[in-house]
């Protein structure tokens, strides 16, 4: 799956556009922080994990705490995995580019 895909499918159930748009709008930021090394990757997925925590609190209060951490735990994974998918394939375009000049 894509960013994207992920962020779709993270924010799936909430109703509130804004709510939404605040969502993929920080972790598109994160991405951007990850691919230019601003941040450390386990600043990033800390980051990531209380994203996701509040996401799925916000869709489901009635899960008990454990399972709303374990889920957000899933949910950072999935997306570090693919923040360092697209940038190594980024990375790997770049090089490509580069010698065919």
């Given at each position: 799956m894509?960013v ?8 799936a ?7 939404r748009?605040e969502?993929?709008r ?9 691919k ?6 386990a ?10 925590l ?9 899960l ?16 570090m995995n693919?923040f ?8 790997t375009?770049?090089?490509?580019n580069?010698?065919?000049?």
């Open positions: 894509t994207q895909a992920l962020i779709m499918s993270l924010i159930g909430i109703q509130d556009t804004r709510t748009l969502v993929a920080t972790i598109h930021y994160l991405h951007e922080v990850y230019t090394g601003r941040a450390s990757e600043e990033i997925k800390k980051s990531l994990f209380e994203v996701a509040t996401v799925i609190k916000y869709k489901d209060p009635m008990t705490d454990e399972e709303a951490k374990e889920q957000a735990k899933e949910w950072a994974e999935k997306l693919e360092k998918m697209e940038s190594m394939f980024a990375l375009l770049g090089r490509m580069q010698f065919a000049l």
